[in-house]
């Protein structure tokens, strides 16, 4: 059984590109997080989704972040217009259920975004 | 709004020494997880507390949740070198949002 795959692992972008980040979950997992972590710092929750529908997004910043799970396909955090302070670790999670049992979250080994 | 404060934030220890990080939660938890972060890694779940007062064991590792569910904490004993990283608690309240703590990071001194 395949963990939580992220790609890619390394993304260098320059101010004013885009960014696109995949998160595809464990098998069986219908639940994805999205945290970014900057050096030396703890993990900031940013969006919590469900296949085609996000259900908490108030830790993803309003303007330039969005993030999707499709029905078919990986999740994907995507930032408009990159500045250099969106340079960090981006970490995907994905558990199995949430509402009714007590699981833990499987991380990827995250997407390092560089911004020049 | 609800946090997990996590302390201290850095220890330096010699390798042997003993490591404890605690975790407080501003309201009642209904499961509390830890994870710990190597260097340049990833996150990894530990274990999950679920019941008031448990206790649980991995080898060196001893896991705590407070009585009122609303505490925590690890406990390494002898640390090794293979312990470095940062550990993290994350508490799990009444609906399905987890709480993270900021992590502790325990460097091994020399």
């Known amino acids: 059984n395949a963990g939580v795959m992220q790609n890619p692992r390394h993304l260098v972008r320059r101010r004013g590109q885009e960014a696109r980040l995949r998160c595809s979950p464990m098998?069986?997992?219908?639940?994805v997080y999205w945290y970014r972590q900057l050096p030396e710092e703890g993990l900031k929750f940013m969006v919590y989704?469900?296949?085609?529908?996000?259900?908490?997004e108030s830790g993803m910043p309003k303007e330039r972040f969005s993030a999707e799970f499709p029905k078919e396909g990986p999740s994907i955090l995507r930032i408009q217009q990159v500045v250099r302070g969106d340079s960090a670790a981006y970490f995907c999670?994905?558990?199995?259920?949430?509402?009714?049992?007590?699981?833990?979250?499987?991380f990827g080994p995250g997407t390092r975004l560089t911004v020049l | 709004g609800q946090q997990v404060m996590q302390i201290p934030q850095y220890q330096h220890v010699q390798e042997g020494e003993d490591f404890t990080t605690y975790c407080n939660s501003s309201?009642?938890?209904?499961?509390i997880q830890w994870y710990k972060q190597r260097p340049g890694g990833h996150p990894v779940f530990l274990i999950q507390?679920?019941?008031s007062g448990e206790v649980k064991k991995q080898k060196r590792l001893t896991f705590q949740f407070g009585e009122a569910k609303k505490n925590s904490s690890l406990h390494i004993t002898a640390t090794q070198t293979t312990d470095v990283g940062t550990y993290f608690c994350?508490?799990?309240?009444?609906?399905?949002?987890?709480?993270w703590g900021a992590g502790t990071k325990l460097i091994i001194k020399p």
């Open positions: 999670a994905s558990s199995r259920e949430e509402l009714l049992s007590y699981n833990e979250q499987f």
């Open positions: 098998k069986g997992h219908s639940h």
């Open positions: 989704l469900q296949k085609e529908n996000i259900i908490d």
């Open positions: 309201t009642t938890l209904s499961n």
């Open positions: 507390l679920v019941k």
């Open positions: 994350a508490g799990k309240t009444s609906n399905y949002q987890l709480i």
